[in-house]
């Protein structure tokens, strides 16, 4: 079972900011990377590192990280946003790679 | 621009082994890369399975390592996942993935998945 715990779902209006968290004790001492999947398609890297977004993600993506949580935060939502978000980190021994359970973002 | 495409059999008897392989083109697998295999079953969430690095050296789920194989052909410029005893429980979409940044964490190249079902 994961041991990054995430909310299951949060909404946010068309245009307006939303966090997403991500706990776990781990993250005291790894970066949390984010993934946005869509229904019926392959994760896509949002975050990384200490917040650094692949090309051409948009820059309404920003990640932070304090203590035993990580944020990837949405400002200015889009409908396009929709989706399930993931984090994920190494594990605390840093052998093994961890996925957060998810959460699924609605934009009203 | 590296493409990652998995192949293998769709279905799988309980009690058998599930093989799949990773096809890695645009790039070469013996790259400052390790090579991730994860799993979703229908309506859950992302679960890792474990990775190689090119010279062979492999990590895996504790949940799964008595069942997991993951193996590297250079020749090819591919890898493979085997997973043993299959049950309904491993139906899932399994994707290959490159994590370019290991401490990091950058998967940042994944196929576009395959789908697996375990049923007699």
């Known amino acids: 079972s994961s041991e990054l715990t995430q909310d299951p779902a949060v909404s946010v209006a068309l245009g307006q900011t939303v966090r997403i968290t991500c706990q776990g004790d781990?993250?005291?001492?790894?970066?949390a990377s984010w993934y946005q999947q869509k229904p019926g398609q392959a994760p896509v890297l949002v975050i990384y590192?200490?917040?650094n977004r692949p090309s051409g993600i948009p820059d309404r993506f920003s990640g932070s990280s304090s203590g035993n949580t990580a944020s990837l935060t949405i400002t200015g939502a889009q409908a396009e946003d929709e989706a399930d978000y993931y984090c994920n980190s190494r594990d605390s021994s840093g052998n093994h790679l961890d996925f957060g359970t998810g959460t699924k973002v609605t934009v009203l | 621009q590296v493409q990652l495409q998995e192949s293998g059999p769709g279905l799988v008897k309980p009690s058998g082994t599930l093989s799949l392989t990773c096809a890695v083109s645009g790039g070469s697998i013996s790259s400052s890369n390790w090579w991730s295999w994860v799993r979703q079953p229908p309506g859950k969430g992302l679960e890792w399975i474990g990775e190689?690095?090119?010279?062979?050296?492999?990590n895996y789920n504790p949940s799964l390592k008595s069942r997991v194989t993951i193996s590297v052909d250079k020749s090819k410029n591919q890898f493979s996942l085997k997973l043993s005893s299959v049950t309904a429980a491993d139906t899932a979409v399994y994707y290959c993935?490159?994590?370019?940044?290991?401490?990091?964490?950058?998967?940042?190249?994944w196929g576009k998945g395959t789908t697996v079902t375990v049923s007699s």
């Open positions: 190689i690095y090119h010279s062979g050296s492999t």
């Open positions: 993935a490159r994590n370019s940044d290991y401490w990091s964490v950058k998967v940042d190249v």
């Open positions: 781990s993250l005291r001492s790894y970066y």
């Open positions: 590192g200490k917040n």
